[in-house]
């Protein structure tokens, strides 16, 4: 049972524009998230989180959108950059529960020149 | 700063010889300690987590099992490796409560032949 999904295995984008990550969730318990980015070889690196008592939480260029009625969050990254090239992991968790991160599979970024 | 080490790097083993991956995390105490495992296709498992010298809990049953022998050493050993045990083992660390913002080593990519 997948409680954290992402089900865009991969996406591609032109340089400047938005990249828009999509992750659903289906347990209500979850009460904080987070965004983690890896590059190939590498260990995954923290990016953003947000808490549920808060919609959205911004850092830069990336911010993380909750919409917790329907047990959704976005991460966008504008202006997107080469850079960005990496596989984006979506993480959840609770307090009072086992309080385990549940990640997802991943959405893989490619943006382009 | 607090940084965490895990090796080696790259690894490949015969089915049915033993194993042992070690990670150290330096400049913070009593941390909390994960392994994760990322195979083909499934996104981050959470294999075993310790929130203690000695206190190991596993998540899933497998062929591998870890130690925390001392306070920022946790090892993840096999006796026999079988085929499914490739993918790339990541070593993670966490203060505070559990899970909250994981920090990762830089992952052993383990290959069984």
């Known amino acids: 049972d997948q409680q954290v999904k992402q089900n865009s295995p991969s996406l591609s984008v032109q340089e400047g524009r938005i990249s828009i990550l999509n992750c659903d969730y289906t347990n209500s318990m979850f009460d904080y998230f987070l965004w983690y980015k890896k590059y190939p070889a590498e260990g995954p690196t923290f990016l953003i989180s947000?808490?549920?008592?808060?919609d959205k939480n911004e850092d830069g260029r990336f911010t993380v959108f909750l919409n917790k009625s329907a047990k959704h969050l976005s991460l966008h990254i504008v202006p997107s950059q080469p850079g960005d090239s990496a596989v984006y992991f979506c993480?959840?968790?609770?307090?009072?529960?086992?309080?385990?991160?549940?990640f997802g599979k991943g959405t893989k970024l490619t943006v382009n020149p | 700063s607090q940084t965490i080490h895990q090796w080696p790097a790259t690894l490949v083993q015969p089915v049915g010889s033993p194993l042992s991956l070690e990670c150290t995390v330096e400049g913070t105490s009593n941390p909390n300690l994960y392994w994760y495992r990322q195979a083909a296709g499934r996104g981050l498992q959470l294999l075993f987590y310790?929130?203690?010298?000695?206190?190991i809990s596993s998540e899933v049953p497998q062929n591998l099992s870890a130690s925390r022998p001392q306070d920022r050493q946790f090892i993840l050993s096999s006796k026999k490796l079988l085929l499914s045990d490739s993918g790339f083992y990541l070593c993670?660390?966490?203060?505070?409560?559990?899970?909250?913002?994981?920090?990762f080593g830089s992952g052993t990519q383990l290959s069984v032949l």
């Open positions: 993670a660390w966490s203060l505070l409560q559990l899970n909250e913002k994981l920090f």
């Open positions: 947000i808490s549920s008592i808060k």
């Open positions: 310790s929130v203690g010298i000695g206190q």
């Open positions: 993480a959840a968790s609770w307090k009072g529960g086992s309080e385990k991160l549940v």
